[in-house]
């Protein structure tokens, strides 16, 4: 069976991992164990009904990757779209050899569900657990208003992490689906540009929190930042780009060595998408780096024109140095559009 990556404390894991057994789903354990027992902090998790539509394997795929599978999901509830920010494995699965997924969407809830994969020779998607997701809605913690527009998801010191677009922010998820704001980067702030914000964000192997913008320019480039906890300050970096591809979401391999980030071109309604993974080494990522993604997928071929992918997440497996790379992407509440979800094995070599 693959390896387990849980990048949050045992508490926080046992509480998560019980969202989608049915019943009431406890989501007092984000912060701290203790909160797990407290029945005040129950929430009930909407449970919604998905179809779930093998997606074609590719014809052609560069050596380093191999196709294990992928779904559109479709649903008659509204709420199922607009994926934005994904976390795979990062807490046990309820279904024998399932991987637990934790998805925000645009639409403010968090989405929980359990992939099953075959581990045998070679690693398959066979589906998704009971075609069924749930859903909790997340609210501001200061004024209990829906938090909507969350564009992208990390585990970090123990909750989740979560960047907004609209009012843009980064804020730490409670036991309770509250979002507490962390101190403001500057350029973040009164940014009247609605799509230019935290897009991507991912947990550094030595703690740090990395936020790179889809929008907001610096030197040429991108601006990009990294945090510690209980700092009030956002360190700069630029992550150079070509005008036109921007990140969209972010990760950082199990073995700690490579931050691979999703990037997307969209240019107008008239033209088609386009997407690609890229990659930086985690040792580039210091304040005031100039980070030079080098280009490892081109997704066009994989996903089609259609595809927004807006979010990536990697997971270990048995096999050392390869790599689970999971993909989702944003239909933006179009029901004619998909929700697709694409899960690759690399071995970056």
């Known amino acids: 069976m693959g ?57 052609d795929l560069p050596p380093a990757f191999s196709w294990v599978g992928g779904l559109a999901l479709s649903a008659e509830n509204p709420r199922l779209g607009g994926v934005s920010g994904l976390g795979v494995g990062l807490v046990p699965s309820g279904v024998e050899r399932g991987v637990r997924l934790l998805a925000v969407t645009d639409n403010g809830d968090l989405l929980s569900g359990d992939l099953v994969l075959d581990w045998t020779d070679e690693i398959r998607l066979e589906g998704l657990a009971g075609n069924s997701l749930k859903l909790y809605p997340i609210r501001d913690r200061q004024t209990d208003l829906p938090a909507r527009q969350a564009e992208s998801l990390t585990a970090w010191q123990g909750q989740l992490a979560l960047g907004f677009e609209l009012r843009h922010r980064v804020g730490l998820m409670d036991g309770e689906a509250r ?74 391999s199990p073995d700690g060595r490579w931050l691979v980030l999703s990037e997307r071109r969209f240019i107008s309604m008239r033209e088609p998408l386009r997407n690609r993974l890229v990659r930086v080494p985690v040792s580039a990522v210091e304040p005031g780096a100039r980070l030079d993604p080098e280009v490892i997928l081109d997704l066009d071929p994989i996903l089609g024109a259609i595809a927004n992918v807006e979010s990536v997440s990697l997971m270990a497996t048995e096999e050392p140095g390869s790599v689970l790379i999971f993909l989702t992407t944003d239909n933006n509440f179009i029901g004619l559009l998909p929700t697709m979800l694409a899960v690759l094995l690399w071995r970056p070599g």
């Open 3 to 59: 390896q387990r990556r849980s990048g949050l404390p045992v508490g926080f894991a046992v509480v998560v991992a019980a969202l989608c057994l049915g019943g009431l789903g406890v989501l007092g354990g984000f912060a701290t164990p203790a909160h797990s027992q407290t029945q005040s902090q129950t929430q009930v998790g909407e449970t919604i009904r998905v179809i779930a539509t093998p997606l074609p394997a590719p014809t």
């Open 179 to 252: 979002v507490t704001d962390l101190p403001i980067p500057i350029a973040l702030r009164n940014l009247r540009l609605n799509n230019a914000g935290v897009e991507a964000l991912a947990t550094l192997p030595d703690g740090r929190l990395f936020a790179v913008a889809e929008g907001v320019q610096r030197e040429g480039g991108l601006r990009a930042w990294v945090h510690e906890a209980g700092d009030e300050d956002w360190p700069v970096l630029v992550y150079e780009w070509d005008g036109e591809f921007a990140p969209t979401g972010a990760d950082v």
